[in-house]
């Protein structure tokens, strides 16, 4: 499904409020933004439906705000990156830690096969932001400008939250034995 | 520093060996469609008003049917317009309203 078709799913739903279009869409989309959740709550499942059902529901109220200009995939994503951040604020869970605990956390770190180094742990070492600039660039395949637009910041910014995720977890990583 | 950095290529192997593959979930979908406010469409609200109206219309002249009928076959007579053509004219009529009756029944069925 093309953009121009997300285009025309977008504005049945805003005009004729057509629940089919919407339901083509949530169709669409929901496996990425099921995986997005699940990588950011490093795993939870059960939180990661519910703030993906959540951002669907908001997307359905705010869809008439959706001008095109952007692709919808991208409003989409920065819609679910608000929810995401709504939600860490409401129950501030910093889970994240520096580069010297990065690479302290490995110290005790044993030399398992590349495939047993668990996603969610790696993550678990990089900031909110650095996170999701990581998760879209590297798992959901997106350009740094779109990254930019999802994170509503410069594009430096966002190669400035890659570069220093790299460098953690190239750390973290290394350690962990992976390419090894 | 420079030690722990790893390439694009590693790293992109890294991530995409663990893509998790969600699969599409009619569930999912179904429970984010049942939280949305109920769904009142736009032939469904103007069906009903046409239906009230036709109630409405056929309770005011239903109770004083034979005076009505009474009256409007004085009043096309008065404008010599003939029985016969009376006749065509409540047939018309009828049927107009059994299938407006109908389609509107037919929509609320959908």
Request: proline share 2%; aromatic share 12%; glycine share 4%.
């Amino acid at each position: 499904m093309s953009n121009t078709e997300d285009l025309a799913l977008a504005s049945r739903c805003a005009l004729f409020d057509d629940r089919k279009a919407f339901a083509r869409l949530v169709d669409k989309y929901q496996p990425g933004i099921k995986r997005f959740f699940l990588n950011l709550t490093l795993g939870d499942r059960m939180q990661s439906d519910d703030l993906a059902q959540e951002t669907f529901i908001k997307v359905y109220y705010h869809i008439k705000s959706f001008k095109g200009l952007s692709g919808f995939s991208t409003w989409l994503y920065r819609i679910a990156y608000n929810i995401y951040f709504d939600a860490v604020r409401a129950n501030k869970q910093t889970g994240y830690c520096d580069l010297k605990q990065a690479e302290s956390i490995t110290a005790c770190a044993n030399t398992s096969a590349d495939d047993k180094i668990d996603i969610f742990q790696s993550l678990n070492i990089l900031r909110e932001d650095e996170r999701t600039a990581i998760l879209l660039f590297y798992m959901e395949d997106m350009s740094i400008n779109k990254i930019a637009a999802i994170m509503n910041c410069p594009n430096g910014t966002v190669k400035s939250h890659l570069s220093r995720g790299k460098v953690k977890l190239g750390a973290f990583l290394k350690h962990e034995g992976y390419g090894k | 520093m420079e030690n722990n950095k790893l390439t694009d290529s590693e790293l992109s192997s890294f991530f995409q060996k663990r893509k998790q593959l969600e699969k599409h979930d009619p569930i999912f979908t179904w429970r984010v469609i049942k939280r949305l406010p109920p769904y009142i469409p736009v032939k469904y609200v103007s069906s009903m008003i046409f239906m009230t109206c036709a109630a409405a219309i056929l309770l005011i002249f239903g109770l004083k049917f034979d005076i009505f009928l009474h009256e409007i076959t004085m009043l096309l007579v008065d404008h010599h317009i003939h029985s016969e053509q009376i006749l065509v004219l409540f047939v018309v009529l009828i049927s107009t309203f059994t299938f407006l009756l109908l389609q509107a029944i037919k929509t609320l069925n959908e």
